[in-house]
Structures are given as C-alpha cells and as structure tokens.
C-alpha cells in the first residue's frame, strides 16, 4: 500500500511550492522514512519532479509513480431522478467543475447515475441524461440531491432503498442536498447522526426519522463520513467544504470567487458570511481572528484585543494583518460587520438599530457610514433593492 505524504508533509515546504505542486508528490511506501526526512532538506526552489526522482534513486526496490497521468481522479457520483431539483446536482456538479480548471489535483471526475433509466425527467421539466457506472468503480463522494421526487413512490420503494444503500455503503463518503436527506435517511445511514435538510422540510425529517438529530439552524453538517446541507444553494457551500477539505481553503477561496459565492457561511442559515475579499485569508495566521470576529460582531473588537487574540504584540500585529490582507484591521472589521449587516438586510426583517448592534456599529448612522463607505449604498436603499 501507499500512503499519500503530500497533505501530511505539506506545512514543511515553501508555500509556493506547496500550493502548485503538495499533491504532486504522489505517493511513496509507508516504510521509506528515511527517504521522507531527506526530502525536507531539499531547498524550496527545487521543482516536484526533482523530489520524485531523488527519492526515487534513493529508494530500492517498490515503484513511485510518474507525475504524469498516474494519479486517479477522485470520483464523484451524483445520483439523480424524476423530480430532482436541477440546482441541488448542477450547482455541487459546477463547484467541483471550477475547481478542476483551478487546478485541483487530483481533478474530480463527476458522473450523474440514475438507479433504472438512461434519462430522468428533473421537477423543472427538463430531461437529464444519466450514464451507467462502470464495473468496480471507486466511488470518493457519492451526492444525494433533493426535490420534490424524493417522496415519488418510486424513489421510497425497497428496491431503490436497497440500491442507494448498496452505493452509499461503497463510497468513502456520502452528501444529501436539500431534502435529499429522506433518501439518505431511508438507507439507514443518518441514524443517530445529527443532520439537516431544507428549513421547511425539518419538522417532516424529524417526526419521519426520530432516530436523526435534525439541526433545523445548520447550513451544513459533517458526521463521520456524511454530510447533510440545508436548501437549494447550501448545496454549493457543501461542496465548497468538500474542496476545502480534499486539498486546500485556498482552492476553495478561488472556486467561490469564480463562482461569485461566499466560502462559508459558518454555522447555519442563522448565520451569515464574511466577505469573499477576505475569503483567501483562510489558513493563514489570522483565519481564527476573523472567525471570532465573525461570531462575535457585537462586541467592541479594538486593536489591541485584536492583536491580543492573534498572540502578538500591538505593533507585529497591525504590520503583519496590513501585509497579509490588504488593510488595517479597523478597516477589515468595518468590511465584515458591513457585510453581516447586507446579509441581515436580505434575508431578516429586523429594525435598522436592532441590526446595527446585532452586527458591533452601535448606532444607525454609524452603520449607515460604513455601509455608504463599502458599498456606495445606504442600508435602507439596499433593503429596498436588493432584498429578497
């Protein structure tokens, strides 16, 4: 067997070479610990295929792939049917799409498979093509879309359950969107797991399936090897997740801002995102600084407790959040509770003043200088334009 060295050993490189090439590494066998301690000694600017072949002189015996089309791509199926909403397999379908022209390494290989027929008829209307999975097919992910089909008669059948059962069991990992989560629950495999599906469908999973957790406020979840999501779009923050942890926060970060979505939305729809400008901070020194703040808009957040909750001192900290974002910290903040304070906007009906303290500005005409300053709009001009 091979052990994959790439993500284990990734934080020992330079980060321009992990970035383009940590998965290039491929796979070395798990007893040549010698020759991975004399890889860490390679300067940074020696290329991947420099790595590869000196441990491959270096190693005896067992074979070390080429870097060229050796490595399978990670497979994706996502199971479709009468009545599938066309957004819960599309949007998971582009995500992962756009992360292959980003460069993800292993590339996905995404396959849309219907249990019994060639093409399923979707709830828009629209016919899809499904195609047959090969023989002995590893499937990595295994997506389970939701929509108005999934309580047709034929989807709740024996037949159906024992064949969704069969793929599910033989995937690494399995994802319901939307209230794809009934057919994932009638497999058996959401018991005693805590899960979500659409907000107006969580009292019907709950009382269907008391044996699940339903967490009604999550816009994802992970328990074990299933995820669940919430509705419609909460597909995409899924498979944004799903990149996120197949490789890296920074491939994530690009395929959310080519796709002209936010990275996360932590927590759940009663949580809203940070701004996709400071998306590709992820994974740097001031990743949790900015979650906290994020969780915790309402409170004050001056620099120095800023800094403190970063564990530097007041000068190294506003140099080195300056270097890395862009901008002051004073500036970062606004941008964030600006941000939080749009996305209250859209999807509440709360009071102006009660969404400025919900989100740390205090008083209405301070937000409404900042989110004039960020977005050349007031809050009440975007409420009425763009709420919807």
Not at 239 to 251: N, R
Request: charged share 20%.
């Amino acid at each position: 067997m091979f052990t994959c060295i790439a993500e284990r050993f990734a934080s020992f490189w330079a980060n321009d070479l992990v970035a383009a090439d940590a998965h290039n590494i491929l796979a070395i066998p798990p007893d040549c610990k010698i020759a991975l301690r004399f890889t860490f000694m390679l300067t940074p600017q020696e290329s991947c295929h420099v790595l590869c072949s000196r441990i491959l002189r270096s190693i005896p015996g067992d074979h070390v792939p080429t870097l060229q089309g050796k490595v399978p791509a990670r497979e994706v199926v996502i199971l479709i049917f009468d009545g599938v909403q066309p957004i819960d397999f599309s949007g998971p379908a582009q995500a992962l799409t756009t992360a292959n022209e980003e460069g993800a390494f292993p590339p996905y290989a995404v396959r849309l498979h219907a249990m019994s027929q060639e093409k399923v008829r979707t709830a828009s209307g629209f016919l899809v093509s499904s195609e047959l999975l090969p023989k002995g097919l590893l499937i990595d992910t295994l997506i389970i879309p939701g929509g108005p089909g999934v309580h047709a008669e034929s989807q709740t059948g024996a037949l159906f359950g024992d064949a969704l059962r069969k793929l599910s069991c033989g995937s690494r990992r399995v994802c319901s969107v939307c209230t794809g989560a009934f057919l994932l629950a009638r497999t058996g495999l959401l018991a005693q797991r805590r899960a979500v599906t659409h907000w107006r469908s969580c009292d019907r999973l709950s009382q269907e399936f008391p044996e699940i957790q339903v967490e009604p406020d999550s816009l994802f979840l992970k328990d074990g090897n299933v995820w669940t999501s919430a509705g419609v779009t909460a597909g995409i923050d899924l498979t944004l997740a799903l990149i996120q942890e197949d490789h890296s926060a920074a491939l994530a970060a690009k395929v959310a801002r080519r796709l002209v979505v936010y990275l996360r939305r932590p927590g759940g729809q009663k949580q809203y995102s940070e701004p996709l400008s400071l998306q590709e901070t992820a994974g740097t020194r001031y990743a949790g600084l900015l979650q906290k703040i994020l969780g915790a808009s309402e409170l004050e957040w001056t620099v120095e407790e800023m800094a403190l909750v970063a564990g530097q001192s007041l000068r190294s900290f506003h140099r080195g959040f300056r270097t890395e974002l862009g901008m002051t910290p004073s500036k970062a903040l606004e941008k964030i509770r600006a941000e939080l304070a749009r996305n209250y906007l859209h999807t509440t009906d709360l009071r102006l003043k009660q969404i400025a303290d919900k989100c740390g500005f205090g008083t209405e005409a301070a937000m409404r200088e900042a989110m004039v300053r960020q977005f050349g709009v007031s809050p009440s001009e975007i409420r009425e334009r763009f709420s919807i």
